[in-house]
């Protein structure tokens, strides 16, 4: 746009033969008008500056050819309308405030005689989300028993196998574990999947800028056949690409194992490919003496979000290993706050007497309701008086393994040592060793959450 404006500044008037067809006879004929307007001379000299910043370009008063000839070449090779020191600005990463959240993936088979071990898990690897797969948990299970799943600072986001005549009487069953902090919602869209080849969880990780979609599933093998199951997870992640941005993380059992044990079936594979989603897990995923499988699966549509992907043992909570990794997330900042009243420096004697001036006292009400209303207005207004109410942030949360036994906790140090000394090692006798110390470590950890709560048959009377 300045170029245009600069050409309207420099009035040249210039009779110019066409250019030649062959690029060696170049030609110009040149009139000898020329005119150079004088408002080009009082416009601000740094808008003048060339390209390179070397020099000024200043026509001459008189009449030049020169000069318009250099005013010509300004206007083609462009000025520049706000000329500085040539500095290179580094550009953000769009990553920079991303926070790293450590997602985890667990068949746990039965989750309610294993809490006190999920907990522990999750302390261990100091995970933020967890999917778990296989809880065994039916529609009538006890909802109590659905939330214990989570630790403090945790909650927890179920989809029950429902009960019939024709359905198994245990098995299947999904369940997300997740951190406060952590924006875990159940998807938008999920009633809108109801899937007859699997079992699926549809969740949305909530984040600033792009959410993450999460398809937590499990497919049992009576249910349906590799390819159905494949056909039907590829129609569900295309669809949910054309109705909604996000990114598409899918994790579970799958139960499709491959030729060998570092792939999965050939129609899954297929199936992820087709809707441009990753495999990010190569190694099994199932070990047991003398079988190995990759059942369970982690992959993503942006592989660069999901990052430091893992397979561990998870000290044999169950057959199946815990799939580990960080996903890059913009976390909204958490403000936990929480209200309180400074009871205990209440003024006991000024309250008691206007408790005693009081309505309550006064003229107290006939009925019950009414005198239930006179209460909570006097003391309402009593307290916001000598003990007004305070916000303040929330602390964070202890340490969610505290309630560990002595014993618990060297059995731990134990396993782990056991754990250490096999992996350097590699011998069958020390591996036994150290399932032993794991089963171990299990049962006190256990009875540690139980010993925890000694009346906890008693907590839910009336």
């Known amino acids: 746009m300045f170029a245009a404006v600069l050409f309207a500044l420099c009035t040249v008037s210039l009779t110019c033969r066409p250019w030649s067809a062959a690029p060696e006879i170049v030609t110009h004929d040149w009139s000898l008008s020329t005119y150079v307007s004088p408002t080009l001379f009082n416009i601000d ?11 000024i370009f200043k026509p001459r008063r008189n009449h030049s050819h020169h000069a318009a000839f250099s005013a010509l070449l300004l206007l083609l090779g462009g000025v520049e309308t706000n000329p500085g020191p040539a500095v290179k600005l580094r550009a953000k990463s769009a990553s920079a405030k991303d926070t790293a959240v450590t997602i985890g993936c667990l068949n746990c088979r039965s989750a309610a005689n294993k809490t006190a071990v999920i907990h522990d898990l999750i302390s261990d690897n100091n995970l933020d989300v967890l999917f778990l797969t296989e809880t065994w948990f039916n529609s009538d299970t006890p909802t109590s028993m659905r939330h214990d799943v989570a630790p403090p600072g945790y ?18 069953g999904l369940a997300t574990v997740f951190r406060h902090c952590v924006p875990v919602r159940v998807h938008p869209l999920a009633d809108n999947y109801l899937p007859s080849t699997f079992e699926l969880q549809l969740l949305r990780v909530d984040a600033a800028g792009s959410s993450v979609t999460v398809l937590n599933l499990y497919r049992p093998q009576w249910m349906s056949t590799p390819s159905t199951f ?25 139960n499709c194992p491959g030729p060998d044990d570092s792939s999965v079936d050939s129609e ?12 990010l897990v190569t190694q ?39 799939l580990s990794a960080v996903l890059a997330v913009r976390l909204p900042k958490s403000a936990v ?19 005693r001036k009081s309505v309550i006292f006064v003229q107290s009400a006939t009925n019950v309701d009414t005198y239930v209303d006179q209460l909570d207005s006097v003391l309402s207004e009593l307290l916001d008086k000598y003990a007004p109410v305070r916000t303040s942030r929330r602390r964070p949360p202890m340490k969610i393994s505290r309630w560990l ?47 925890q709560a000694p009346n906890r048959d008693c907590r839910w009377r009336l």
């Open 337 to 355: 706050k929480y209200s309180w009243r400074n009871i205990r420096n209440i003024n006991v004697s000024s309250f008691d007497d206007d408790l």
């Open 155 to 172: 909650s927890a986001l179920h989809v029950v196998r429902p009960t019939g005549p024709a359905l198994p009487s245990r098995g299947g």
């Open 230 to 254: 494949s056909d039907e997870l590829a129609e569900i992640i295309a669809s949910l690409t054309s109705e909604c941005a996000d990114d598409i993380v899918v994790c579970g059992d799958a």
């Open 45 to 55: 000299r740094r808008l003048l500056f060339n390209t390179d910043g070397s020099s």
């Open 268 to 279: 899954l594979f297929e199936c992820l490919d087709s809707v441009a989603v990753t495999l």
């Open 284 to 322: 099994p995923t199932r070990r047991l003496p003398g079988v190995a499988n990759l059942l369970d699966i982690l992959a993503a549509s942006n592989v660069s979000r999901v990052t430091n992907v893992t397979v561990s043992e998870a000290d044999y909570i169950s057959d199946h290993c815990l």
């Open 405 to 451: 036994s002595d014993e618990a906790v060297t059995a731990k140090r134990l396993r782990r040592h056991l754990e250490r000394q096999w992996r350097s090692t590699g011998s069958d006798t020390d591996r036994v060793k150290y399932r032993q110390a794991c089963r171990r470590a299990n049962i006190l950890i256990n009875e540690s959450r139980t010993l």
